[in-house]
């Protein structure tokens, strides 16, 4: 998968005439503290949140602490230790077809956390104009960092896909900065191996569902939802929720509900 996205990547810069520096992979950061962190993930606060699609369809959490929680499957097997992580980066994003999913824990050493913070300050900071190109069917990714003060929201439309056509070479040096982010993060996330605990839910849509659709909560979708169309699903309601999401088919997008499983220490319904 890996080699493949290269080659496509390095056909569209000699089509496009792409300004990107780096073309081949940074080298991982090493590290004296290259262990996992002491702590869980979401024990503190998330510096770095990456969604693809819409700002709820989160891929990718970077906790302070270093723990780093990853979008998988829900039946997604565990991932070997060693093993670095790519971002899912395909059209559409990883929650179609009503996908829950499920989250996968990992880390960044000491050293590479210190390197997150200065790209994603370069790369985020200042209210960057990455431009649109002009190509379709590709997803919005948006990028949410805070320092602990400081915060930035940058969206990219068409993110790495090597597409340069109709940008200025401002845009194209915006947007080579967050690839170089997301590079950094493909080649030094390292997988910790399992699945984390999901005790929340995030519930989109209107509620207005048949009579016959089958709901294992007390409260129906429209009591949750009410006026704001979302709703944040705790604790054993979460647990029941999810399971049943898992083992049964819920008929979500004919119902105009989309269910997702929050990465820990994730507030729902927030942007």
Same mark, same amino acid.
């Given at each position: 998968m890996?080699? $493949?996205?290269?080659? !496509? ?10 300004s ?19 702590t869980?993930a ?19 959490v =970077?906790?302070? /602490?270093?723990? =780093? %929680?990853?979008?998988?499957?829900a039946d997604? %097997?565990?991932?070997?230790?060693? @093993?670095a992580?790519?971002l899912?980066?395909?059209a559409? +994003? ?5 996908? =829950?999913?499920?989250?996968? &824990? ?18 985020l900071w ?10 379709t ?10 320092? &602990? ?7 990219v ?13 401002a845009?194209?040096r %915006?947007?080579?900065k967050i690839? $170089? *982010?997301?590079d950094?993060l493909?080649?030094? =996330?390292? @997988?910790?191996? +399992?699945? *984390?605990?999901v005790?929340?839910?995030? !519930? /989109? ?5 048949a ?10 979708? @429209? /009591?949750?939802l009410?006026?704001?169309?979302? %709703?944040?699903?705790?604790?054993a309601?979460a647990?029941t929720?999810?399971?049943y ?7 979500? *997008?004919?119902?105009n509900? $989309?269910?997702?499983? *929050?990465?820990? &220490?994730?507030?729902g319904c927030q942007?």
């Open positions: 890996g080699a $493949a996205i290269a080659t !496509i990547a390095l056909a569209a810069t000699a089509l496009t005439g792409c990107w520096f780096g073309l081949e992979p940074p080298e991982p950061v090493t590290c004296a503290q290259s262990g996992t962190p002491a869980a979401g024990e503190t606060a998330p510096v770095l949140t990456i969604a693809q699609g819409s700002t709820s369809d989160l891929v990718l =970077v906790y302070a /602490d270093g723990n =780093v %929680a990853m979008h998988a499957d997604a %097997a565990a991932v070997p230790a060693t @093993a992580v790519a899912p980066r395909y559409g +994003g990883p929650y179609q077809g009503g996908a =829950v999913g499920s989250w996968e &824990g990992g880390y960044l050493n000491a050293c590479a956390l210190d390197r997150l913070h200065e790209l994603a300050q370069d790369g200042g209210d960057p104009e990455p431009g649109v190109v002009q190509v069917d590709q997803p919005e990714t948006h990028f949410h960092y805070t320092d &602990g003060g400081s915060v930035a929201d940058v969206s439309y068409a993110h790495d896909s090597g597409y340069t056509s109709g940008l200025s070479w845009e194209r %915006a947007r080579d690839v $170089a *982010l997301t950094f493909d080649v030094n =996330v390292v @997988a910790a191996g +399992g699945t *984390l605990p005790t929340e839910l995030q !519930i /989109d849509g209107d509620g207005a569902v009579g016959d659709f089958t709901w294992p909560l007390a409260a129906a979708p @429209a /009591d949750l009410g006026d704001a169309g979302c %709703a944040v699903v705790v604790e309601d647990v929720l999810y399971t999401a898992l083992e049964n088919d819920l008929g979500v *997008l004919e119902h509900l $989309a269910i997702r499983a *929050l990465p820990p &220490g994730v507030a942007r």
